[in-house]
């Protein structure tokens, strides 16, 4: 009976999973606001409203000039090595406070910081949009994955 | 022995399972159909699967606690949609349980998630209410026949 019984349920279960999947998929297909199918954990650990940009984006980007990059790190890091032509604006000190004139500026703005402190860019992010930027993204991969690209930087 | 089984297998107690575990799952599923990308950070918080994994399971387990929900209520599949059930019961059983053990401070993210969750984190009554379901989930299984049933047989 219990042999019976779980052939007949593994039937049915195999059969819901495969309209589930069906399903679930072609709904998340459909809407508007949709996850990747595959996603990694930098998108997990770095928890912002702003989407993610990855590098080869946000130097067409560069290159056209249409974008302002923020650079989220410590200003004395920022100092040593930063994306070419980027601005410091820390989480957390004046910068931040007084960055209204970015948030309204109209352009696209790419927040970024070092691979292991991308959560940074999320929060400097996340307060730009709060303070009326249109178009915020985190770069994807931080400074590390701008430099392993062979992409521009400079120092102080 | 023989006093236990007949009240388990009870049509009305059987009934009365397949409602709550079919209310409570299509309940749970709802906020995590409309917020998937919020339910794969509470996932991911629970540190037991790969990354590249987690938004498939987003996507997918809603759904299949919704479509279970219904099934499991409507008497149609009632065993496939009672293992399917506690498969999940037993799943969320063993991740609460680790991240307990881990002492993980996270969202349960069982019925809400992300920011819109009700400050429910794991804890330890979260796994009795599971562990209770479970055992529903498996009378379910053995115990399902046609009675309140809108399949036109027995599973």
């Keep these: 009976m219990i042999k019976r019984v779980m052939v007949t349920a593994v039937k049915q279960a195999v059969i819901i999973s495969i309209v589930v999947v069906a399903v679930g998929l072609g709904f998340n297909a459909l809407r508007e606001n949709g996850i990747p199918l595959i996603a990694d954990a930098e998108t997990f650990r770095v928890q912002t409203e702003a989407e993610f940009m990855k590098v080869d984006n946000a130097w067409r980007l560069f290159e056209q000039g249409s974008a302002v990059f923020v650079d989220a790190r410590d200003p004395r890091v920022f100092s040593v090595e930063r994306i070419e032509g980027a601005v410091s604006i820390p989480p957390v000190g004046p910068e931040l406070e007084n960055a209204g004139w970015l948030a309204g500026s109209g352009s696209i703005i790419i927040c970024y910081a070092s691979e292991e402190s991308q959560g940074q860019a999320g929060i400097v992010a996340d307060k730009l949009i709060d303070m009326g930027a249109g178009e915020v993204f985190v770069l994807y991969g931080g400074l590390e994955a701008w430099k392993t690209a062979g992409l521009p930087t400079e120092r102080d | ?155």
Excluded at chain 2, 75 to 95: C, K, Q
Excluded at chain 2, 137 to 148: P, R, W
């Design chain 2, 1 to 155: 022995m023989s006093t236990v089984v007949s009240i388990i297998s009870n049509k009305y107690l059987v009934l009365a399972i397949r409602l709550v575990l079919g209310g409570v799952f299509i309940y749970a599923a709802i906020h995590k159909i409309i917020y998937p990308a919020d339910f794969a950070q509470d996932i991911y918080n629970y540190r037991m699967l790969p990354p590249s994994f987690i938004n498939f399971m987003a996507l997918a387990l809603p759904w299949l606690e919704v479509i279970c929900g219904v099934l499991i209520i409507a008497g149609i599949f009632t065993r496939g949609s009672a293992l399917l059930i506690g498969f999940m019961l037993l799943v969320f059983i063993i991740a609460i349980s680790a991240a307990l053990l881990r002492g993980l401070d996270i969202s349960c993210g069982c019925f809400s998630s992300g920011v819109e969750n009700t400050g429910h984190g794991i804890a330890v009554d979260l796994l009795i209410r599971d562990i209770l379901m479970f055992a529903g989930s498996l009378i379910v299984l053995f115990y399902a026949g046609s009675a309140f049933s809108l399949a036109r047989r027995a599973d």
